[in-house]
């Protein structure tokens, strides 16, 4: 099975940086990600890791520590419309379970002015 | 092209009466999935299914609950008696596979309240 734990809420300023935290305890592990979901709305995809580093994509950076079961999510130069939920989710490693994912509780992330 | 689309947007249905939830992927995608989230809380993985291969049921969470996919198309998720614990918003999402590396795109979602 799996467990993921991150915080639940975070709030920070229109232009600062925000990380989130996920860690995760798991039967297995084949790569994990992270969604942006704003209220009422469908979750969307944000990032992919499977190897241990860093990945970024325009102000949005995920890092991934395997030996660690530990991911952040670096949001740089926060705007307002960045006020949403962030989820993390991991894939499981048994090739039974194919792609199904594992979501965390979600990070409600308030960027004030 | 077109995303994931759902139907309805919304449903009420008093307790104990049966509902059915549509979901259609995106053409082509192989992979279809069905999550439910309630109220503040993350998505909880239903059921999956992959092309061809018998369906992952392991998050279903009691015999009232069913789904069907109709080959790599449409997908019905039936609740059936349903209780008040049953609202939520129902999710489906569609990829293109079950290897490597496969975005998973969601639809609107079905938000469902039992009353």
């Known amino acids: 099975g799996q467990n993921i734990d991150q915080p639940t809420e975070m709030t920070a300023t229109e232009g600062a940086i925000v990380q989130i935290n996920c860690t995760y305890q798991t039967s297995g592990f084949n790569g994990l990600f992270w969604y942006q979901q704003h209220a009422g709305e469908a979750p969307t995809f944000l990032s992919y890791?499977?190897?241990?580093g860093l990945e970024e994509k325009g102000r949005f950076s995920s890092f991934l520590s395997r030996s660690k079961g530990y991911s952040y999510l670096l949001l740089k130069e926060l705007q307002m419309k960045d006020s949403a939920s962030y989820l993390c989710?991991?894939?499981?490693?048994?090739?039974?379970?194919?792609?199904?994912?594992?979501f965390g509780g979600g990070t409600r992330v308030l960027v004030k002015p | 092209g077109a995303g994931v689309s759902q139907s309805p947007s919304n449903k009420v249905t008093e307790k104990g009466k049966d509902v059915e939830l549509r979901c259609d992927p995106i053409s082509g995608h192989t992979a279809l999935y069905w999550y439910r989230q309630r109220l503040g809380q993350g998505l909880e993985f239903l059921i999956y299914f992959q092309g061809n291969s018998a369906p992952d049921k392991s998050g279903l969470p009691s015999d009232r609950f069913s789904a069907e996919r109709t080959g790599e198309s449409v997908s019905t998720l039936t609740i059936q008696r349903t209780q008040q614990e049953d609202s939520a918003v129902y999710l489906c999402?569609?990829?293109?596979?079950?290897?490597?590396?496969?975005?998973?795109?969601f639809g609107p979602g079905t938000r469902l309240t039992v009353t």
């Open positions: 890791n499977v190897l241990d």
């Open positions: 989710a991991v894939r499981d490693g048994i090739k039974a379970a194919g792609n199904k994912l594992t």
């Open positions: 999402a569609s990829s293109s596979g079950d290897r490597g590396y496969r975005e998973q795109y």
